[in-house]
């Protein structure tokens, strides 16, 4: 049974996921990355896709949830590299996917967590 | 029609799925569908492999390579025998859920796909028959 | 079926004959475009015709018999020249409809005083003639389907430009009507410069939308989700004071989309997001 590495890159998760996830895979990724977040008290979540061919409402339910679980423990995901063919099937299917955070790339994913860090902080300070 | 291409695989587990995936993409790029067509017919086929499998109880998927003279295309049937699809009309509306979150998708797979059949019988099982054309 | 076999002798036979009289009559038909064909050209595609005729009609009288493909692929090969060079359809068909005379005039000189018999024959000679003359007329339709499908996807292609503004900003103006078909387009277009580009920010400019009602909304709505999936942000501008009224008519919501009267409005908005400004530069003195 192939296991989603998960990489850590500073104070993020590096999630890479490659095409045709089983089912158990899916459970297993999202109860390992649970627990990496607070075990390495990750700021922050990449979940790259680039590999990624077909997604479809499974995967998506599972990039939901790994969204919402992060972020209850206080780490913002950010989907990276989805591919054109991809975006417009998923809108299509009507999984548009519009509370998750996406970037191009791994770059412009770190990027996006760090000011997205910056103004949450900034406003947690100022209340 | 002519058919150029016929093959039945069955559906009992997973992995079959994720086989069953890779054979659509297959004869999608074998009929020189686009990508994004490509892409399209594979995420429907994908839905509706794993809702055979989840709520059909298991079946067998149908995979065609169609040439009908001015065009070509895929015609992938699912078949199941399992509890049937009781109220299509209601499933096949947007945003229609049964356990496990997401719906049935067959909303969403309709409008990746030019030609949708499905018919479904409480107790007998349900077919579902899905054409991407070029 | 005798009748037929005699018949196709004699169009053989005085095959010079017909051709002369249905030549003329298809060079004087008001219709014909002498411009555009040449006397030669014709000639030769009648003198070929007939003889495919004679052959197919030693055969049968039925146009639907196999013994008329190769008529039928001559005609079509004819209606396509003609469509091509664009002559009307029923300029196309008079190349059918004007064999009817000299074959009518043959018809009576075999039939001579026999009317029921001469009935017969131009009964059969007309039926066949009409089938083939709509033939090319269906022929000819074909071809200009198929131009025009041609040059709409040239022109879908054309009118959908994506256009670097700066440095991770693209602007997109649509011209023209969006329907589902030139969404698709316009979405792949979008998304593959996104991809070239590293854009963070699109925007989609209306102002050459002529109508936006709930559908043209929906297009527009999956075209910005879809830009949002890859990392991009869309901005529409160009909402002109009918399209915004016709907008809240409806009822059609934008979500939360920004939304600007202009382009430029759009691109100072494009780059306050980015962190950048244009700054006028010092004058040189």
Redesign the interface.
Known sequence: MERIPILKMGPYLLVTIQV?M???VAMMLQDELTERIVSERAQGVLLDISSV??????I??MIGNIASMSRLLDAETV??G?????????????????TIK????VD??MT?LKSSRKTSTNARASR | MPVLRDELIGLRSMDDVIKARQLVRDCAIFQGLSLVDQTKLVTAASELARNTLIHGGGGEMRLQALNDGSRRGVKVMFVDTGPGIPDIELAMKDGYTTRGGLGLGLSGSKRLVNEFEIQSQPGKGTTVSIVRWK | MGHNTQMADEIRLRQEEILKKWTSYQLAALTLRRDLLKESGLREESRRFLELFADAFADSADSAATSWKPVKDHLAEISRGRALQGFTPSETATFVFSLKQPLFDLAQQRAGSDEKRLAEMLWDLTMLLDKLGLYTTEIYQENREAVIRRQQQELMELSTPVVQLWDEVLALPLIGTLDSERTQVVMENLLQRVVETGARLAIIDITGVPTVDTLVAQHLMKTVAATRLMGADCIISGIRPQIAQTIVHLGVNLNDIITKATLADAFQVALQRLGASVVKAPQAN
Request: hydrophobic share 55%; aromatic share 2%.
């Open positions: 045709d089983h089912d158990r061919e077909v997604v479809d409402s499974f998506g339910r989907v990276v989805m591919r054109p063919a991809v975006a417009i099937t998923l809108v299509e299917l009507g999984l548009a996917l519009p996406t970037a191009l790339n412009a994913g996006l």
